[in-house]
């Protein structure tokens, strides 16, 4: 069965740093590209970032562009999701999921139950 | 970025009714559309992969289809357990975009 576990929210202050982990089981992880989704209080899903199987592409949504940071530990089947100069905006339940890639994109086929960032003084 | 826009935002319907919701992309995306199920303080549930493919375990009375800019997702009875919020979500790119959800509400 596959799970996937975050960890590591909780309330930080603006310009705050936090790390949020993701562990997996149940798949090989070492074989898949991983994201992050989050969606802020009442509102809607919104991709943040994704890392290829190995780490050696990256990408983000622009608004957390130089802020924030993915990473992999394919020993430990772990993601990581470093966010640095929070701000209230980011504030928001992080979601860890599985990519399932096609030729034209991909869509994320498990989903982790997610843990809450709050950015507020 | 390719907008994905859903109708309605809210639908209220009974036990046994058939449903549908409307997604909208800006646009063309061939069929390269997902749909998710979200409950109260849950994660999404993916349903729906390639615009009509049933994920293994989701119940026959979903459904999707559509291709280019307009799809649907339609649930043909609903059932206590589908009042929830669903999310059209497009991968023609690699820049992925969902849409702002359906709240699916006990009338």
């Known amino acids: 069965e596959v799970q996937l576990v975050e960890s590591g929210g909780g309330l930080v202050q603006p310009g705050g740093s936090l790390r949020l982990s993701c562990a997996a089981s149940g798949f090989t992880f070492s074989s898949y590209w991983m994201s992050w989704v989050r969606q802020a209080p009442g509102k809607g899903l919104e991709w943040v970032t994704n890392i290829k199987v190995d780490a050696s592409e990256k990408y983000y949504v622009d608004s957390v562009k130089g802020r924030f940071t993915i990473s992999r530990d394919n020993a430990k089947n772990s993601l990581y999701l470093q966010m640095n100069s929070l701000r209230a905006e980011d504030t928001a339940v992080y979601y860890c999921a599985r990519d399932l890639r096609v030729s034209s994109g991909y869509y994320l086929d498990y989903w982790g139950q997610g843990t809450l960032v709050t950015v507020s003084s | 970025d390719i907008q994905m826009t859903q109708s309605p935002s809210t639908l209220s319907a009974s036990v046994g009714d058939r449903v549908t919701i409307t997604c909208r992309a800006s646009?063309?995306?061939?069929?390269?559309l997902a749909w998710y199920q979200q409950k109260p303080g849950k994660a999404p549930k993916l349903l729906i992969s390639?615009?009509?493919s049933l994920e293994s375990g989701v119940p026959s009375r979903f459904s999707g289809s559509g291709s280019g800019t307009e799809f649907t997702l339609t649930i043909s009875s609903l059932q206590p357990d589908d009042f929830a919020t669903y999310y059209c979500q497009q991968y023609n790119s690699y820049s992925i975009t969902f849409g702002q959800g359906t709240r699916l509400e006990i009338k």
């Open positions: 390639k615009a009509s």
């Open positions: 646009q063309t995306i061939s069929t390269w």
